[in-house]
Every structure is written in structure tokens, then in C-alpha cells.
């Protein structure tokens, strides 16, 4: 019978100690490493004798968080799975987790059996994603796609009028600056903000940040 590796990442004592006997009681699995941060982790990475299988990598911890310390481990230990344990249901805390290159993402509230059904999964294949997780990720997929819809609507001369609406020049200054009439930059006004569902220059302005158009 197989014996799966784990390390324990985590900055709460009491959970992690909590997650090793926990684990440790199935004889299919054994904790090897556990550590109360990334940095912590990366050195016992460095020297020990046997790695893990499957790192159970808390979101926020200080010195080197989460993120960072998957995005580490992506880099040097490719074949070591992530799986993310976090109190976070933030959608951005997720997807830079995924991005870091986590296999997995778990609330630490969840059931026992859904910890080991997701360290046996990501273990044998890959990746294991809740339908939790798979919710928030539809719903991310569904915003990108319905952004790049807008973004695809904007003609070259309306983006350059959204770039000079972030500066703290009047809609007359911005007429002189791309060399048209006060009228036209009204229009442009009037179309980007029935194209972006957007009701002034406020929202206009945040939505450029968020889509790098400043």
C-alpha cells in the first residue's frame, strides 16, 4: 500500500497540529514536514531527505505567504501538489492561488473526507477542485469573458479618450489634446458610457484602471 508524503504549512499552531494527527491517523498517508510559514518551509525543502507529495499550503501567513511559497514551489519542485487551505472565499485570493500553481483549494471549514478525497485526487491525478471552487471559477471565466466583450467594442479614438479621461483634464482640455471638437469628445463621452454600462466619469476611470487602459 502506498504511504502519500505531506507537508503541513501553517501559522496557526493549533490547526496544523489538529491537520497532522488528523492525517496521521490513516496509515495511507504520513506527515513529514510541518511548518508555520513559507520561508520555514522552503529551507526544510532544501535540506530534507524526502519530499513531499502534497503540501497543504495555507493562504495567509507572514515572512513568505501562500502565494508566494507555491509560486516557489512551482518554480523548483514542480511535481510537489498544492493544495490550498484558507478561511478566504475571495475570488482574487483564488485565482492567484491557481495561478501560483495550486492543484487544489479548500475552506478550512470543510468535512474531513473532502481533505483526503481531495489529497488522493490531486495525488493521482493532478488537481482536485470543489464545486465550490468551480463556482467561483465560472464566475470569473463568465466576468472575463463579458470584459473582453467590452473591451473588443471600444474603437482605437475611444480608448485614447478613456486614457485622457484619467487625467484631471476637462472634457474641453481633452478635445484640445486630440485635436477635435468639444461636441465629438461628448459623443465619445456618451458612446463609452452606454458601451461599459458606466454613469460617470468616476466609473469610467475605475474601469480603466482595472482593464490597464490608463
Known sequence: MKTIP???????????????NMIMENTQYKVIMNHPNGEE?????????ELP?????????????GIETTEWLTEHYPDIKVIAL????DEKVLIKMLKAGAKGYLLKDMQPAIL??????VFEKGSFYT??????LLKVKTEEAKNASLLSELRDREKEFIKW???????????????LSPKTIDGYRDSVFV????????GLVLFALKHDLC
Not at 116 to 121: L, N, P
Not at 131 to 136: E, P, S
Open 131 to 136: 464545486d465550490f471552487v468551480a463556482q467561483k
Open 6 to 20: 505531506i507537508a503541513i504549512v501553517d501559522d496557526h499552531t493549533l490547526i496544523s497540529k489538529a491537520l497532522e
Open 195 to 202: 458601451k461599459l454600462d458606466i454613469k460617470n466619469r468616476a
Open 41 to 49: 518551509f522552503i529551507a526544510g525543502v532544501e535540506k530534507a531527505s
Open 165 to 179: 479621461a484619467c487625467s484631471e483634464l476637462t472634457y474641453k482640455e481633452i478635445a484640445d489634446k486630440m485635436c
Open 116 to 121: 483526503f478525497q481531495a489529497i488522493e485526487t
Open 86 to 89: 484558507t478561511m478566504d472565499d
Open 53 to 65: 507529495a502534497v503540501v497543504l499550503m495555507d493562504v495567509n501567513m507572514p515572512y513568505k505567504n
